[in-house]
Nanobody, 125 residues
Framework: QVQLVESGGGLVQAGGSLRLSCAASGITSRITAMGWYRRAPGKQRELVASISNDGTTNYADSVKGRFIISRDNAKNTVDLQMASLKPEDTAVYYC???????????????????WGQGTLVTVSS
């Protein structure tokens, strides 16, 4: 199993910065990519940023140029540095890890997504 614990959320003024951190534990060798999603009030969950094991990154257009995702494979952590925050960035942010499991008797091979409990980011205007 893989477990994820987020930290770093809080209240910040528009234009400010926050750094979110996520620590993975368990069978971390099964992780193929990690990322951050968010769910704003009344809206669906959306991808914010992701980073694969080889360092390839992907960002939502709305945060490109403002947010930076980074990963420390040795420490099994992934961070999201958020700058120039806007009120529309207010959301619960969830750490995500994609894991891959080979086919074994009694189970099919495939990817399984693991989620943290979420951390609230509130940006005031």
């Amino acid at each position: 199993q893989v477990q994820l614990v987020e930290s770093g959320g809080g209240l910040v003024q528009a234009g400010g910065s926050l750094r979110l951190s996520c620590a993975a534990s368990g069978i971390t060798s099964r992780i193929t990519a990690m990322g951050w999603y968010r769910r704003a009030p009344g809206k669906q969950r959306e991808l914010v940023a992701s980073i694969s094991n080889d360092g390839t990154t992907n960002y939502a257009d709305s945060v490109k140029g403002r947010f930076i995702i980074s990963r420390d494979n040795a420490k099994n952590t992934v961070d999201l540095q958020m700058a120039s925050l806007k009120p529309e960035d207010t959301a619960v942010y969830y750490c995500n890890a994609d894991t891959w499991w080979p086919q074994v008797p009694g189970a099919a091979a495939g990817y399984i997504a693991i989620w943290g409990q979420g951390t609230l980011v509130t940006v005031s205007s």
